[in-house]
């Protein structure tokens, strides 16, 4: 038991060295990274230069999950995950040494926010494919009162669609971009960030549409309305796929903390060991460790992976 408030008093003490030393550093780190943006706030604002692909994705991908694309907001990502390594690796370091299973661990902590990010993203992508036949219905209509114009369209539906928030978010943030765009590459840029908001084919045709009747001011209400039509007919299958992998989700949820308490019955009835001394081995050896931290880690991941697939994607 001693062992045990030994680590969680030596990874305290790593903590606050580590907080006090972003609490003193931190804000000249961030002064330094917004200089910049202060030499033009009463200015014109810079031309931003092009992204390359790590960070356009990184942007990309805090856009649809966070709402926000600035360049701190980029920063902060990237600092938090070199944090994020750094004090996990210093901790595990200071109580077990350094091991290749440590590092390795480190290297997936920093990983972290990326990681999150993806699932809140395939999350949202999911939650948001079930607005599809509001989305579709309300679009066509409002295209259709429009007198067939796409933009106008765009904007009486996010004034308009209930229950729909990721949709309408989806379809405010294409707003401001339609009416911004000087060419065909930027107008196809705003389409793939609303197409990526909800990753599906019937949000691929719809952006499609989108594109060609902004674009070329073709009329799209056919085609508006054939996906709508589709979408109607896969519903019910989709209902009932979505009940059977629920049924499978919650019996996994279950299953894998009981695997774990019973292990621990297992090891106290047919192994002599007692509660002292299964936690002993457990949390005072660097094994016992190991194995601790690579049961949380795999149970973490069978949780996200079992709660996308409990819930299939509303596509065709």
Known sequence: MSGIIDIVIRVFLYLMVLTGIWLFSGKYILRFFKKENKKYRFGVKPVRQADNKFKAHIRLLLLLTMGRK???????????????????????????????????????????????????????????????????????????????????????????????PLSKKALFHLSLKVKEYSGKEELQSAIDDFVAAFDTEWATLLG??????????????????????????????????????????????????????????????FFGFTISRFFYYQFNTGLGIKLFITIIVLSIISFCVMYLLSKPKFDY
């Open 70 to 164: 600035d360049d701190n907001s980029i920063f902060y990502f990237i600092f938090l995950s070199i944090f994020l390594f750094f004090i996990t690796f210093s901790v595990f370091t200071g109580l077990f040494g350094i091991s290749i299973y440590f590092i390795l661990m480190s290297i997936l902590a920093g990983f972290f926010p990326y990681i999150f990010l993806r699932f809140r993203l395939k999350s949202l992508q999911l939650q948001g494919s079930y607005e599809a036949v509001k989305l579709l219905s309300e679009l066509t209509n409002m295209y259709k009162i429009s007198s067939f114009n796409m933009i106008s369209a765009i904007d009486k539906t996010i004034g308009t669609i209930k229950d729909s």
């Open 208 to 269: 499609m549409n989108i594109y060609e009747s902004i674009l070329n001011g073709t009329n799209v209400s056919v085609s508006l309305d054939d996906i709508l039509s589709n979408l109607k007919q896969v519903k019910s299958s989709i209902e009932k796929d979505k009940r059977a992998n629920y049924e499978a989700f919650t019996m996994v949820k279950f299953v894998i903390p009981a695997v774990y308490i019973i292990s621990i019955i297992l090891a106290l009835k």
